[in-house]
């Protein structure tokens, strides 16, 4: 028993001393994250006369800008095809 005890104090001596050496070194610090620039726009709500500010970042605005374009492209071509328009080129 007693050489089982010296034997395992022999391991962990020779286990704290290898440790610190397998370790890796920390990990350097992200750098900070930048927060985007919002950009306030003022609107009017249809039905009100007071305006609210609505602010977004750049990215954003540019995602609900062309979701706002293809939603006016869409009704513009439904109300054409509805109102059934003959081109001018095409008229008697």
């Known amino acids: 028993m007693f050489a089982f005890a010296i034997a395992a104090m022999i391991l962990s001596a020779g286990a704290q001393d290898a440790a610190p050496a397998a370790t890796p070194s920390p990990a350097p610090a992200p750098a900070p994250t930048v927060k985007a620039k919002r950009i306030c726009r003022r609107e009017a709500p249809i039905g ?33 095809a509805r109102n059934m328009t003959i081109p001018q080129a095409l008229r008697p």
């Open 48 to 80: 009100s006369i007071m305006p609210h500010q609505t602010c977004f970042t750049r990215g954003e605005w540019a995602v609900i800008d062309a979701r706002n374009g293809d939603n006016w492209d869409t009704a513009r071509r439904a109300n054409a």
